[in-house]
C-alpha cells in the first residue's frame, strides 16, 4: 500500500488536520459473512467465485469445478456429505437475504462434491511436509476421518481404531439414508482411504485394544469417539421391550437390522436425533408423535426437517414430558403418561426452562417409546484423559493428555461441520508441534468482517435461490430409502453462483476502473478471485468515486 | 486498396489510403464516436444532430461515458467550482438550451475580494454579467436537500433528446483500420467509426494515449487543484457568505487562488496554487484574513477532490476523423471552462457537419476558435502575473482596495471593480480586460491610489 504521502500518490496526501479523509482508496480484502457464519471458516466467497468468475479467470467449466472442490477440501474432506446434511450457519448470515433470499450454499457444495465423485477427482495433497511420525485416531466418525485426512495429506502415516464394522460415525449409524444415501458416504470415505490412510473396523479401544498400546504404538492420538450412548428417559415402566435410545434405533434402522416398532410410535426429544428417530417409524408405517417439552422455536434440530417430518404426518405435541409409561399384563407397552409444561426463566443454555403444570397429564396409546433426549461419550477406557461430566475437556488446542488430542461430539453434542473443523485444527496444531513450526493461525485473521451496508445490492438483479428437486411427501413415505432432496442442475448451479455478492473481495466488476477516468486502476494480466486490477495512486483525485461504486467492499479509504 | 485490420498505430498512419482524403466527410448513416459526456461531449452532440437535421443528414451519435449524472455523491460528478457567467446561460438560452433552477442558481450578485488590508464588495456591473453556480452531479456526498440536478447530466439528457445515445463504457485505446478509428471499450469491445470526437477532459488518462496516434495530439498541460464542500446549512450559508463569491487576494506563497461559492446548504472551496498540498489548504484557512470571514473550526467538510485543471492547450487538437473539444482541446485558462466548452464544441460540430472530417479542414475551420481562446489566455498570463506581483505587495493590495472601494461607494467609473469582476467571473476575455487596463481613467486612478497607498493611514476599505 503506497504511503500517503510518498512521491507517487496523486492529490494533497493525508495528514491530522486534512478536513475530509483524502477519499484515496486501498484495496482492503475483508472477510465474508457466509465464511464467519462457518464452523470450518471455509473459503465459501472464493470457491464460489472461482466459479462464477470462470470466464474471467480463462477457466472451463471443469477447471474451475475442481479448483473449487478443492478449495472445499482443503478443509473438508466431505462436500457431498455436508452439502445434504449441514444446517448451514453460512447461509443465514448471507448478506444477500438483505436484497432476496440468501445464496444456495449447501446446494452448491453438493453440486461441487457429487461432480467431484462421478469425475473420481482425488483429494488434494500437500507436498513435502511430512515426517516420520505416526499418528493414531479413535473413532472413524468425521472428526477422526478429518483428523486422519489432514494428517494423511500432509504425507503422515495415519492408522484409524473404528469400534464399528464400518466407519462413518453418526453419518452412517445416526442420519438415516433418505437424507444421506450410504454410497455418498462411502465415495468420500473412500477418497480419504486412497490417501494411504489405515481403517482397522471393528477395533474398540477399551475392548479389543488399550489407551495405553496405542500411546506406546503412536507418536500422537486423536480421539474422535463421538457421544454415542443414548440417554434414557429415567421413567418407570421405562425398562423392558418396545423402548430404544434414538440412536440405537437409527442405528437398528441404518443397518437394515429388523426392527418392529408397532404402530403407534412416541418419540421424546427435539433435537436432530428425534426427528430423524419420527421420520424413521413414520417410514416403517408407524403412527408417529413427537414429545417436546419445550415449545417450537426451542427445538434444536435443523428447522427444515421438523417441516419436512410434519409434512410426511409426524405429530409435534409441545410442551410435554413424559411422567411413566404403562405396560400391558404381557409387558408390552400400553400407554404413556405425559405431563403438560409450560415455559419459565431462561435456563444456562438461555433457553426458557419448561416447568410441569399441575394435575396436567395427557395419555398417549404406544407400541413403541424412543427416547431420544441426549447423547453422551462411552468414555470407558479414556477415564484417565481430561474430562468434564463424562465429556472430554481439552485445553491448549485440543489436546486432552500428553501426546492425546480430542475433537467432535466427545466434547460437546454438535453438527458434523464443527467435527471436522475440530480434527483439522487438531491436525494443523500437531504438524506444527511435529514439524517445529509457528502454531497456525486462522486464515481470516486481521481481516475485517465486511458489513451489509458496504455492499451495493442494487449492482445485482433479484434473482430467487437453486432450488432443488424434492420428493413429495406421498413419494418420500412409499419409498423409504429415497433420498428427499435432489441435486440442483448444472444450470442451477452456475446461475447460482453467479448470485454471490462477492462480500468483501474483488469479484471484477470494473466499476471502480469505468468510474476512474484518470487510469489509476489497471486490469492486470493474471486475475483470480480478489485480484482484478493494480492500483497506482498517481493521478489520484481524491474524490473517492471508485470507493463509492465498488458493489462489494472491497475499495475503501485509505 | 485495402489494408489488413488492426495494424499497430504508427503504421496506419504512414498508410492511409491516398484516396481517403475523397470521402472525409460525415454522410448519412456516418457514425460519430464521442468520448467523453462532460459538458464539451454533450454540446457537441447536441449540436452535431442539430446542424445534421437542419441539412438532412443522419448521424449515428455514440456518447461513450462510464458514469452516472444522476447519483448523487462524487460518483456522478465532474469536479469544478460550478460557475457559469449570466451570459454564458443567456446564450445557451438562445441556443434552445433552457437550463432550469434545479439545474442552475442565479443571484449571485456581488463579489467580495478579501485581502489582509481590507475586503470589498463589488456589485455586478451589469446584470447580464451576473453569475450562476451550479453542481457538475447531483450535488455533494451528504446532500439534505434534493435540490440540485446535475448540470452534466441535464445536458446530457438535451444531447440524448436530439437523438444521441450514451454508452456507459469507458474508452481504452484507439485502434486505426484502413484510415478509420476502432474504439477499444474497457471490456475488449471493439467499434469502427468515421469521426471521434474526443472530450475526456483533462482527468482522464485517455487522453495521454493519444500521444501516438495519427492525429499525434499531445494532452494538455495540467496542475492539480482542490475542490471541498462545507456543509453549513441554508441560513448559515446565507448569512456567512450573502448573496456573494468571496475571492481572495493574499500573500501567501504559492496560492494562486482561491474562492468560496454559495451553494444552498453548501459551500464550495476551489483553490489553485503551485504544488499544492495539504499545508498550503491549512495556510489558507488559517490566514487572518479568511479566519476573519470564514472561521472553519465548526463546519464540517462532506466531500472533497483534487481534480487536474487545463493550464495550455493540446497542440493541434485535431487529425484526420479525430477532434479534440473541451478541456481535451483548448480551453480558457483558470475559467468559464464551460464555457470554452461550449464554443469549441459548437465550432467542431459546424466545421464536421459543413465542412468536413480531415485534419486540414479541422485546422482551417476548427482551430480558429482554438486560436482565438489560447491567444487570449496569453494575455490572461500577463494579467495572472501582474496579478500576482500586486497580490505579494502591500502598497499595491491597499491601492486595490482603496480604489475599489471609492468605486464602489462614490459611483465612479467602475475600472478597478469590473477588470476584478472579469477576472474572476470569465464574463470577459482577457484581452478586454487589459484593453481596460490601459484606459487612462485606469491608470490615473491606480497611480493616485498607489501613492495614496504608501502614506501609513493609507487603507480605507470597506469591510464587508
Ligand atoms: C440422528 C442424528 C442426526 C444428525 N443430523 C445431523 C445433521 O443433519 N447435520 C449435522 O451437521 N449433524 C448432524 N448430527 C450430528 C453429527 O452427526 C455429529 O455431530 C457428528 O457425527 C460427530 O462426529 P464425531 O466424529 O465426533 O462422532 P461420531 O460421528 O459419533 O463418530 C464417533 C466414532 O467413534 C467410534 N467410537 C466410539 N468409541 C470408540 C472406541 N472406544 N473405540 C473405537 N471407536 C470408537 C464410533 O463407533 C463412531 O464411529 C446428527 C446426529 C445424530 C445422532
Ligand atoms: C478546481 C476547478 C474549478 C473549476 N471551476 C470552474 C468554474 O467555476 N466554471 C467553469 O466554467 N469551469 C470551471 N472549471 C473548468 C471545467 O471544469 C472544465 O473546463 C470542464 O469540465 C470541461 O468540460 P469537458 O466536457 O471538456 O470535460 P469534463 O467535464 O472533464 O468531462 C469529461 C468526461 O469524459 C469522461 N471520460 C474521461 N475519460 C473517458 C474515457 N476514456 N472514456 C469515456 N469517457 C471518458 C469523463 O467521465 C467525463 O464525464 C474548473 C476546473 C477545476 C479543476
Known amino acids: 500500500m503506497s504511503d500517503a504521502t510518498s512521491p507517487e500518490a496523486g492529490g494533497l496526501g493525508n495528514d491530522e488536520r ?76 448471507c448478506n444477500r437475504a438483505e436484497h432476496d433470499e440468501p445464496l444456495a450454499i449447501n446446494a452448491m457444495e453438493r453440486f461441487l462434491g457429487d461432480w467431484a465423485i462421478e469425475a473420481d477427482i482425488p ?78 473396523l471393528e477395533t474398540a479401544v477399551g475392548r479389543d485394544v488399550s489407551l495405553q498400546e496405542l500411546k506406546q504404538r503412536h507418536a500422537a492420538l486423536y480421539l474422535g469417539i463421538g457421544a454415542q450412548a443414548g440417554r434414557g428417559l429415567g421413567v418407570p415402566g421405562e425398562d423392558g421391550p418396545g423402548v430404544w435410545t434414538g440412536t440405537e434405533f437409527l442405528s437398528l434402522v441404518n443397518c437394515g437390522e429388523p426392527v418392529d416398532p408397532g404402530t403407534r410410535v412416541a418419540v421424546i426429544g427435539g433435537g436432530n436425533t428425534a426427528i430423524d428417530a419420527a421420520r424413521a417409524a413414520r417410514r416403517l408405517g408407524a403412527e408417529v408423535t413427537i414429545l417436546y417439552r419445550r415449545s417450537r422455536t426451542e427445538m434444536p434440530a435443523i428447522e427444515h426437517e421438523i417441516d419436512d417430518a410434519l409434512e410426511e404426518g409426524v405429530e409435534l405435541v409441545l410442551l410435554a414430558s413424559p411422567v411413566r409409561l404403562e405396560r400391558q399384563p404381557n409387558g408390552d407397552l400400553a400407554t404413556l403418561i405425559a405431563q403438560r409444561m409450560e415455559l419459565g426463566e431462561p435456563d444456562d443454555s438461555g433457553r426458557r426452562r419448561p416447568v410441569p403444570i399441575p394435575d396436567s397429564e395427557l395419555e398417549l396409546p404406544v407400541s ?191 | 486498396m485495402r489494408f489488413p485490420s488492426q495494424r ?26 464521442v468520448i467523453g459526456g462532460g459538458p464539451a461531449g454533450s454540446f457537441f452532440s447536441y449540436f452535431l444532430l442539430k446542424m445534421a ?39 445557451l438560452a438562445a441556443e434552445g438550451i433552457n437550463l432550469p433552477t434545479e439545474v442552475v442558481q442565479r443571484g449571485i450578485e456581488s463579489y467580495v475580494v478579501h485581502m489582509d488590508v481590507g475586503s470589498v464588495a463589488i456589485q455586478s456591473p451589469a446584470k447580464e454579467s451576473r453569475i450562476a453556480a451550479l453542481y457538475r452531479g447531483n450535488g455533494p456526498r451528504d446532500g439534505s436537500e434534493l435540490q440540485w440536478e446535475s448540470f452534466d447530466g441535464y445536458l446530457q439528457g438535451m444531447a440524448v433528446e436530439r437523438g444521441a445515445r450514451v454508452r456507459h463504457k469507458l474508452v481504452t485505446g484507439v485502434d486505426w483500420t484502413d484510415g478509420k478509428p476502432v474504439l477499444i471499450e474497457n471490456d475488449g469491445h471493439a467499434s469502427a467509426y468515421d469521426l471521434v470526437t474526443v472530450s475526456a477532459g483533462v482527468n482522464s488518462n485517455f487522453i495521454g494515449m493519444l500521444k ?71 495556510a489558507f484557512l488559517d490566514d487572518p484574513t479568511v479566519r476573519r470571514c470564514f472561521p472553519t ?35 480558457r485558462l483558470y475559467k468559464d471552462g464551460i464555457g470554452a466548452s461550449y464554443r469549441t464544441a459548437k465550432a467542431a460540430a459546424a466545421t464536421a457537419v459543413y465542412q468536413g472530417i480531415s485534419a486540414d479542414t479541422f485546422e482551417e475551420h476548427y482551430w480558429p476558435a482554438c486560436k482565438a481562446i489560447s491567444s487570449d489566455n496569453a494575455i490572461g498570463k500577463v494579467i495572472f502575473g501582474v496579478t500576482t506581483l500586486f497580490k505579494h505587495s502591500k502598497i499595491s493590495r491597499r491601492a486595490i482596495l482603496r480604489m475599489t472601494s ?59
Open chain 1, 123 to 200: 483429494l488434494p495433497t500437500i507436498d513435502g511436509e511430512a515426517g516420520p511420525e505416526w499418528v493414531g485416531v479413535v473413532g472413524a466418525g468425521p472428526s477422526g476421518l478429518s483428523f486422519a485426512y489432514q494428517m494423511a495429506r500432509r504425507g503422515y502415516r495415519v492408522t484409524v481404531y473404528e469400534g464399528r464394522e464400518k466407519a462413518g460415525g453418526m453419518l452412517r449409524f445416526g442420519i438415516p439414508d433418505y437424507r444421506l444415501p450410504p454410497a455418498v458416504l462411502d465415495a468420500e470415505i473412500e477418497k480419504i482411504e486412497r490417501l494411504g490412510v489405515e481403517i482397522e
Open chain 2, 8 to 33: 499497430s498505430v504508427a503504421d496506419s498512419f504512414s498508410s492511409i489510403p491516398l484516396d481517403a482524403g475523397a470521402d472525409l466527410a460525415l454522410k448519412d448513416g456516418s457514425r460519430v464516436a
Open chain 2, 212 to 282: 501516438d496516434s495519427p492525429a499525434g495530439v499531445a494532452p494538455p498541460k495540467t496542475t492539480r487543484t482542490y475542490i471541498c464542500e462545507f456543509k453549513v446549512g441554508r441560513e448559515g450559508v446565507h448569512e456567512i457568505m450573502g448573496n456573494a463569491m468571496h475571492v481572495f487576494l493574499l500573500s501567501i506563497p504559492r496560492l494562486e487562488f482561491a474562492a468560496l461559492i454559495p451553494k444552498g446548504e453548501f459551500v464550495t472551496m476551489v483553490m489553485l496554487g503551485d504544488e499544492l498540498d495539504q499545508e498550503l489548504v491549512h
Open chain 2, 406 to 464: 471609492l468605486e464602489q461607494e462614490q459611483e465612479k467609473a467602475p475600472h478597478m471593480s469590473s477588470v476584478l469582476w472579469n477576472m474572476f467571473t470569465g464574463s470577459a476575455p482577457y484581452k478586454e480586460i487589459f484593453t481596460s487596463t490601459l484606459h487612462p481613467g485606469f491608470i490615473g486612478s491606480l497611480v493616485w491610489n498607489l501613492a495614496h497607498g504608501m502614506r501609513p493611514s493609507g487603507g480605507n476599505g470597506k469591510v464587508a
Open chain 1, 18 to 93: 486534512r478536513l475530509t479523509p483524502a477519499y484515496r482508496p486501498s484495496q482492503v480484502e475483508k472477510q465474508a459473512p457466509c465464511q464467519a457464519g462457518c464452523p470450518n471458516c471455509g473459503d465459501i466467497r472464493g470457491w464460489i467465485g472461482t466459479v462464477a468468475q470462470r470466464d474471467k479467470l480463462g477457466l472451463t467449466k471443469e477447471e474451475a469445478y475442481e479448483r473449487a472442490w478443492r478449495m472445499i477440501t482443503d478443509v473438508n474432506p466431505f462436500p457431498s456429505v455436508l452439502g445434504r446434511v449441514c444446517p448451514h450457519p453460512c447461509e443465514t448470515h
Open chain 2, 297 to 331: 473550526d465548526e463546519k464540517p467538510v462532506v466531500c472533497s477532490c483534487s481534480p487536474l485543471i487545463n493550464m495550455g492547450a493540446t497542440k493541434r487538437p485535431y487529425g484526420d476523423r479525430i477532434v479534440m473539444i473541451g478541456d481535451s482541446g483548448v480551453t
Open chain 2, 53 to 91: 437535421e437542419a441539412i438532412d443528414l443522419e448521424l449515428e451519435v455514440d456518447i461513450f461515458e462510464p458514469r452516472f449524472f444522476t447519483r448523487g455523491g462524487p460518483s456522478g460528478c465532474n469536479h469544478c467550482g460550478g460557475i457559469v457567467s449570466e451570459s454564458l446561460v443567456q446564450i
Open chain 1, 368 to 558: 413403541a417409546v424412543i427416547a431420544a433426549v441426549s447423547q453422551a461419550p462411552d468414555i470407558r477406557g479414556f477415564e484417565d484423559l481430561d474430562q468434564d461430566g463424562g465429556w472430554f475437556l481439552t485445553g491448549n488446542g485440543g489436546a486432552v493428555g500428553d501426546g492425546v488430542w480430542a475433537g467432535g461430539d466427545a466434547l460437546g453434542l454438535g453438527i458434523a461441520g464443527m467435527a471436522i473443523v475440530q480434527g483439522r485444527h487438531a491436525a494443523e496444531a500437531l504438524h506444527a508441534r511435529f514439524r517445529g513450526l509457528a502454531p497456525p493461525e486462522a486464515p481470516e485473521n486481521g481481516k475485517r468482517l465486511v458489513g451489509a451496508d458496504e455492499i451495493i445490492m442494487e449492482f445485482h438483479e433479484t434473482r430467487p435461490p437453486a432450488l432443488p428437486e424434492r420428493l413429495s411427501p406421498e413419494e418420500r413415505l412409499a419409498a423409504p430409502m429415497a433420498e428427499v432432496s435432489g441435486r440442483i442442475t448444472e444450470e442451477q448451479f452456475l446461475a447460482e453462483t453467479s448470485r454471490c455478492f462477492s462480500c468483501g473481495s474483488c469479484f471484477g466488476c470494473s466499476q471502480c476502473e469505468m468510474f476512474c477516468t484518470s487510469g489509476c486502476f489497471t486490469k492486470l494480466e493474471e486475475v483470480g478471485p480478489g485480484i482484478y486490477f493494480t492500483l497506482t495512486l498517481e493521478q489520484c483525485q481524491e474524490c473517492g468515486k471508485c470507493v463509492e461504486v465498488c458493489p462489494c467492499g472491497f475499495l475503501e479509504v485509505n
